[in-house]
């Protein structure tokens, strides 16, 4: 109940849409109830009894009325004939039933405002989540997992908050309305109808209970299959290079077979409680027919207009009942899909900004690091002791084998991750005492994994920037050499790129994605092996970018070809999570250690 709780705090911001919403369905109840348990009796005495009314005739009461009193039901719809009192009943049908429908549809307007704006409201807050959370929760999950948290976990909270929850509430209604008509009809024969309702309480209880359980596995499948669309799409020119067609195939056709398995399972046992519950209602039913129409035979208290009228009001009962049994239904697939959505919005983010925390507006001295030390986890790669200092206008290259903790040492810088001891400074303030927001805006990145967004090339280059100068635009692209191959494009810088911008080569790729960090000129330029993954006359291009940019900019270059940074002011050697060697090119080469055999290694094979 807390999680439902919780969940239904999300209705907070739509109550004026869900308080009619309720009105609404409280009427369409009555309305419903009055369609159905007073159409039969009514036009029953109509047909058999022609009563005349004098004009001072004995006034009833409104009991008299549920009772279906003959003369109090022919007193209150008038009319001199036959013919006239059923022209009144048949216009009295027509308007309750267009009153019925006049509720329905506005309570059903009610309902979507309030159901699509909870979801919305979801999607944005769990989206909104995403972007506060550390990489490390991003390394841990699937892309397709978070992507279903987002799409179809959200999609079935929508049958506990909104959806669900109107229908419970309507029915609800309907159910007192029909048990107050029993109760008025006759209170004996509907107390014995309610020995049905404790027992199907307790089967729509206990399908609950495994409704949830079995939903949560479900939701997991769907996450998984949702995983295997994401990587494939996003892999697909490897896929075909390998010839995995059929493997792929066979990979997604085994978890869409788990998923269909926990579907049936899911399906067989909600569909439980629809049939138990109407069994125990017609067993109920059948033991008061009995009962009543004994009392009837034997010339008892009992009409027959009321044992009519109390039996379509019994009956009527079981619906209700039912469609709470199937409610149920909605209300734990929305509950468990909530547990999911819940486990992201309650993860701490654990790079967030000081109370106290201090907004810079540029670089003006030195950057350094003092004794960092960094681990991803137990056993898992650190950093030991990283020491070292980059001033202003210098150019700073990290070398060494793979894996050594070159990218880790940058990723410190923009607080992607914090060290576990020593700290990173800026004009000599710890990075953690500056908002997040002002340190990045110091920095541009550029990676070997250069990620592009399926729109134009002005729109990447500009990335976020709502006032874009076409003349900074074109700088931006000239400077990273990538005018050239825009111009090109019929559409020029309005050419649509495609998703990660797969309507370029990686060489025009990586321009772009240098140019987006020179439009945000920024004082300190990152680039992240950059040039790894290039060819010989994109990465000499690029280097001549990375040369122009020199002057009054702060340059960190994690260089895999040695060639591209023998300029650097400082190059340091990492190597198992450690600073080696630091010096000049010159420098190290003289020092003949683990530069020099790099260095030697890259010649011998150029």
Same mark, same amino acid.
């Given at each position: 109940?807390?999680?439902?709780?919780?969940?239904?705090?999300?209705?907070?911001?739509?109550?004026?849409?869900?308080?009619?919403?309720?009105?609404?369905?409280?009427?369409?109840?009555?309305?419903?109830?009055?369609?159905?348990?007073?159409?039969?009796?009514?036009?029953?005495? *109509?047909?058999?009894?022609?009563?005349?009314?004098?004009? &001072?005739?004995?006034?009833?009461?409104i009991?008299d009325?549920?009772?279906?009193?003959?003369?109090?039901?022919?007193q209150?719809?008038?009319?001199?004939?036959?013919?006239?009192?059923?022209?009144?009943?048949?216009v009295?049908?027509? %308007?309750?039933?267009?009153?019925?429908?006049?509720?329905?549809?506005?309570? &059903?307007?009610?309902?979507?405002?309030?159901?699509?704006g909870?979801?919305?409201?979801l999607?944005?807050?769990?989206?909104?989540?995403?972007?506060? %959370?550390p990489?490390?929760?991003?390394?841990?999950?699937?892309?397709?997992? %978070?992507?279903?948290?987002?799409?179809?976990?959200v999609?079935?909270?929508?049958?506990?908050?909104c &959806?669900?929850?109107?229908?419970?509430?309507?029915?609800?209604?309907?159910?007192?309305?029909?048990?107050?008509?029993?109760?008025?009809?006759?209170?004996?024969?509907?107390?014995?109808?309610?020995?049905?309702?404790?027992?199907?309480?307790?089967?729509?209880?206990?399908?609950?209970?495994r409704?949830?359980?079995?939903?949560?596995?479900?939701?997991?499948?769907?996450?998984?299959?949702?995983?295997?669309?994401?990587?494939?799409?996003?892999?697909?020119?490897?896929?075909?290079?390998?010839g995995m067609?059929?493997?792929e195939?066979?990979?997604?056709?085994?978890?869409?077979?788990?998923?269909?398995?926990?579907?049936?399972?899911?399906?067989?046992?909600?569909?439980?409680?629809?049939?138990?519950?109407?069994?125990?209602?017609?067993?109920?039913?059948?033991?008061?027919?009995?009962?009543?129409?004994?009392?009837?035979?034997?010339?008892?208290?009992?009409?027959?207009?009321?044992?009519?009228?109390?039996m379509?009001?019994?009956? @009527?009962?079981?619906?209700?009942?039912?469609?709470? $049994?199937?409610?149920?239904?909605?209300?734990?697939?929305?509950?468990?899909?909530?547990?999911?959505?819940?486990?992201?919005?309650?993860?701490?983010p654990?790079?967030?900004d000081?109370?106290?925390?201090?907004?810079i507006?540029?670089?003006?001295?030195?950057?350094?690091?003092?004794?960092?030390?960094f681990?991803?986890?137990?056993?898992?790669?650190s950093?030991?002791?990283?020491?070292?200092?980059?001033?202003?206008?210098?150019?700073?290259? %990290?070398?060494?084998?793979?894996?050594?903790?070159? $990218?880790?040492?940058?990723?410190?810088?923009?607080?992607?991750?914090?060290?576990d001891?020593?700290?990173?400074?800026i004009d000599?303030?710890?990075?953690?005492?500056?908002?997040?927001?002002?340190?990045?805006?110091?920095?541009?990145?550029?990676?070997?994994?250069?990620?592009?967004?399926?729109?134009?090339?002005?729109?990447?280059?500009a990335?976020?920037?709502?006032?874009?100068?076409?003349?900074?635009?074109?700088?931006?692209?000239?400077?990273?050499?990538?005018?050239?191959?825009?111009?090109r494009?019929?559409?020029?810088?309005?050419?649509?790129?495609?998703?990660?911008?797969?309507?370029? @080569?990686?060489?025009?790729?990586?321009?772009?994605?240098?140019?987006?960090?020179?439009?945000?000129?920024?004082?300190?330029?990152?680039?992240?092996?950059?040039?790894?993954?290039?060819?010989?006359?994109?990465?000499?291009?690029?280097?001549?970018?990375?040369?122009?940019?020199?002057?009054?900019?702060?340059?960190?270059?994690?260089?895999?070809?040695?060639?591209?940074?023998? &300029?650097?002011?400082?190059?340091?050697?990492?190597?198992?999570?450690?600073?080696?060697?630091?010096?000049?090119?010159?420098?190290? *080469?003289?020092?003949?250690?683990?530069y020099?055999?790099?260095?030697?290694?890259?010649?011998?094979?150029?």
């Amino acid at each position: 109940m807390p999680l439902y709780f919780r969940l239904l705090g999300f209705l907070k911001p739509h109550l004026k849409y869900f308080i009619p919403a309720v009105f609404s369905m409280s009427l369409l109840a009555f309305t419903s109830g009055v369609s159905l348990t007073t159409i039969v009796p009514v036009t029953q005495i *109509i047909f058999e009894a022609n009563v005349s009314i004098q004009p &001072n005739a004995e006034q009833y009461t409104i009991k008299d009325l549920l009772r279906f009193d003959r003369r109090a039901v022919i007193q209150l719809i008038g009319g001199d004939s036959i013919e006239e009192r059923l022209f009144r009943v048949c216009v009295f049908i027509f %308007l309750i039933f267009l009153i019925k429908n006049i509720f329905w549809y506005v309570q &059903n307007y009610f309902v979507i405002r309030v159901e699509q704006g909870v979801i919305r409201d979801l999607r944005n807050v769990i989206y909104e989540k995403y972007h506060s %959370l550390p990489l490390t929760f991003f390394h841990e999950k699937r892309a397709g997992e %978070l992507i279903s948290r987002v799409t179809n976990d959200v999609t079935l909270v929508r049958g506990a908050v909104c &959806n669900g929850l109107s229908d419970l509430i309507r029915n609800i209604f309907l159910f007192i309305f029909y048990l107050t008509v029993a109760l008025l009809a006759s209170w004996r024969m509907a107390l014995a109808a309610l020995i049905v309702f404790p027992p199907a309480i307790l089967i729509i209880s206990l399908i609950g209970r495994r409704l949830r359980i079995n939903s949560t596995v479900t939701q997991e499948k769907m996450a998984a299959v949702t995983s295997i669309i994401q990587e494939t799409v996003s892999g697909i020119r490897v896929v075909k290079a390998f010839g995995m067609e059929k493997f792929e195939i066979s990979r997604f056709s085994r978890q869409v077979g788990d998923y269909f398995k926990t579907m049936v399972r899911l399906t067989r046992t909600a569909s439980l409680g629809v049939p138990l519950t109407e069994l125990l209602g017609a067993a109920a039913g059948a033991l008061i027919l009995w009962y009543g129409g004994r009392q009837i035979i034997s010339g008892g208290d009992l009409t027959t207009s009321t044992f009519m009228l109390f039996m379509l009001a019994a009956f @009527s009962m079981i619906d209700p009942i039912k469609k709470i $049994s199937q409610v149920n239904i909605d209300i734990q697939q929305g509950l468990a899909a909530s547990k999911r959505i819940f486990e992201i919005i309650d993860t701490p983010p654990s790079i967030i900004d000081k109370r106290t925390a201090v907004i810079i507006d540029g670089f003006r001295s030195v950057i350094r690091y003092e004794h960092v030390c960094f681990s991803y986890g137990e056993n898992e790669f650190s950093l030991k002791d990283i020491d070292f200092e980059l001033k202003r206008g210098e150019i700073l290259a %990290l070398v060494g084998p793979s894996g050594g903790g070159k $990218s880790t040492i940058v990723d410190l810088l923009p607080r992607f991750y914090d060290p576990d001891t020593g700290r990173v400074t800026i004009d000599g303030k710890d990075i953690r005492d500056i908002s997040i927001g002002s340190l990045r805006s110091l920095l541009g990145i550029v990676t070997q994994d250069t990620i592009l967004f399926n729109d134009t090339i002005a729109a990447n280059i500009a990335y976020g920037s709502a006032d874009v100068s076409p003349d900074r635009l074109k700088s931006a692209a000239a400077a990273a050499f990538a005018d050239e191959f825009i111009e090109r494009f019929p559409n020029g810088y309005d050419t649509m790129i495609g998703d990660r911008g797969v309507r370029l @080569s990686g060489g025009q790729r990586q321009r772009l994605a240098i140019a987006r960090a020179l439009f945000k000129d920024p004082p300190i330029l990152i680039f992240d092996e950059a040039t790894s993954s290039l060819d010989s006359e994109s990465e000499l291009l690029i280097q001549k970018a990375i040369d122009n940019l020199l002057a009054g900019r702060t340059v960190i270059v994690v260089a895999h070809r040695l060639s591209t940074i023998r &300029n650097a002011d400082k190059i340091l050697v990492i190597k198992g999570g450690r600073i080696a060697e630091q010096g000049s090119h010159e420098e190290l *080469i003289k020092k003949d250690g683990e530069y020099k055999r790099l260095y030697d290694i890259q010649f011998v094979e150029s």
